[in-house]
């Protein structure tokens, strides 16, 4: 029976689809993977022809069978003639027609990438036992560049089981021959480990961390860095070799102090950008231990030289002077002095006022506050702060109104952030 066409029987199918609902048929004994399918006659074979892949029957009356290939035309409740001739390749037409199938699936799948957007693609490597690997190979001209491998692993962890596990790996071959694991995905947990280059970078006003495929970065010279680069979604783990200067940017590049940072050999940074490309350094660690922010109380008393009505004076602890040059202190480490805060034995008088400043290099700061009236003996400042290098000299300023009750034993306190 090469031909068979059920006189009851319809078939219907939407254009473009390949499944085809079948009725009025048993499907069971006759119908099987590999035959063909004719639609719009009982008695002879009229138009294309399509090669059925799967056959679901419903029952002993029809069911669905879906085609190798779409089919362009829609049928509704036709007849149909199905054809065995070529049924399981015993046709070399059918043989030819099933050749020619696969090598045209295999061309939309590794044809041009304009092919691959046309609609679903899948490439199974199914591997016929746990032990055996599956493997994806990338090369240029027969020199092995990369691959991609799927086998098992098996480890034992310090004082534990052995555990056994399915990973991905993607492996680099810098010599073409022997592989290095660049990414190990743990299939059973979905989890990834990258195995991270470390790649040296000379400091530059712009510096471009994103060029380079390295999630580490050895940063050499003394040059001034003001960004990172456009890149973007980036992490980057970085250690510096001399003192460059890293320049804080409230945007593009934000520092966790908030000012600039001096490099020093050994220091390490973890540095991550956003979407828009801009920095931040979540992370400065100084090779030497100290933290990047070192918070110090300077405080004390003037002692008890009087200050009188109508004058300037200068002052640090324990030293009243009527010049800055006799009392200045130097700050000793780089940083920034804020948080000031002043205490008198009383206040100055109705209508008068102390006025004290911090000075730095013989010049007032910003860092300044007023007591006045007869209502209050303290003042403080916890707004402004000044920035210091090492070598910079500071001492505190009082300047007292002309009537202005006589005071002494000043008492002061103030925060300094050393940064170095």
Same mark, same amino acid.
């Given at each position: ?31 099987? &993977? ?38 362009? %035309? ?46 679903? $693609? ?62 190990l995905f743990d299939l059973s ?26 999630? $580490? ?8 860095? &003001? ?17 460059? %200067? ?10 966790? %102090? ?25 992370h400065y660690q100084r090779r ?24 300037? $004076? ?6 009243? &002077? ?99």
């Amino acid at each position: 029976m090469p031909l068979y066409g059920p006189s009851t029987a319809t078939a219907t199918v939407a254009a473009n689809t390949n499944s085809v609902s079948i009725t009025g048929m048993d499907l069971n004994a006759v119908v099987q &993977q590999g035959m063909t399918i004719n639609f719009g006659s009982r008695e002879r074979a009229m138009g294309d022809a399509w090669i059925i892949n799967t056959v679901v029957p419903n029952g002993t009356n029809g069911g669905t069978i879906t085609t190798a290939g779409s089919i362009p %035309t829609a049928y509704n409740s036709v007849p149909f003639l199905i054809d065995t001739r070529g049924f399981n390749g015993t046709d070399s037409s059918f043989a030819a027609a099933v050749s020619l199938k696969l090598l045209q699936a295999l061309s939309n799948l590794i044809g041009p990438a304009t092919n691959l957007f046309a609609g679903a $693609r899948q490439l199974v490597l199914d591997k016929v036992a746990s032990t055996a690997l599956s493997r994806l190979g990338f090369a240029t001209a027969g020199r092995t560049w990369a691959d991609i491998v799927h086998r098992p692993h098996i480890y034992t962890p310090p004082g534990g089981a052995q555990v056994s596990t399915e990973v991905l790996a993607v492996r680099a071959f810098p010599d073409g021959a022997t592989p290095i694991e660049a990414a190990l995905f743990d299939l059973s947990a979905g989890t990834v480990d990258f195995r991270q280059n470390e790649m040296t970078l000379a400091s530059a006003a712009t510096l471009d961390l994103g060029q380079v495929p390295a999630a $580490r970065a050895i940063i050499s010279g003394a040059a001034t860095i &003001q960004s990172f680069g456009p890149g973007k979604n980036l992490t980057r783990l970085l250690r510096f070799t001399g003192a460059c %200067t890293l320049a804080h940017n409230g945007t593009t590049l934000i520092l966790p %102090t908030a000012a600039n940072i001096v490099t020093a050999a050994g220091d390490t940074a973890l540095a991550t950008s956003d979407s828009a490309g801009n920095w931040t350094v979540r992370h400065y660690q100084r090779r030497n231990g100290y933290p990047l922010i070192t918070p110090l109380v300077f405080s004390g008393s003037a002692g008890t030289t009087g200050i009188p009505a109508g004058v300037t $004076r200068y002052f640090t602890a324990g030293s009243v &002077q009527t010049t800055w040059s006799l009392c200045y202190q130097p700050a000793g480490r780089r940083g920034r002095f804020s948080k000031l805060r002043v205490a008198t034995p009383g206040p100055p008088g109705a209508g008068e006022s102390w006025t004290i400043t911090l000075q730095k290099l013989f010049s007032d700061t910003v860092l300044s506050c007023t007591i006045t009236g007869t209502g209050s003996n303290s003042g403080a400042d916890l707004v402004n702060s000044v920035p210091f290098e090492a070598d910079d000299r500071w001492c505190l300023k009082i300047v007292s109104s002309a009537g202005a009750a006589p005071t002494n034993a000043v008492l002061f306190s103030m925060v300094f952030e050393a940064i170095d």
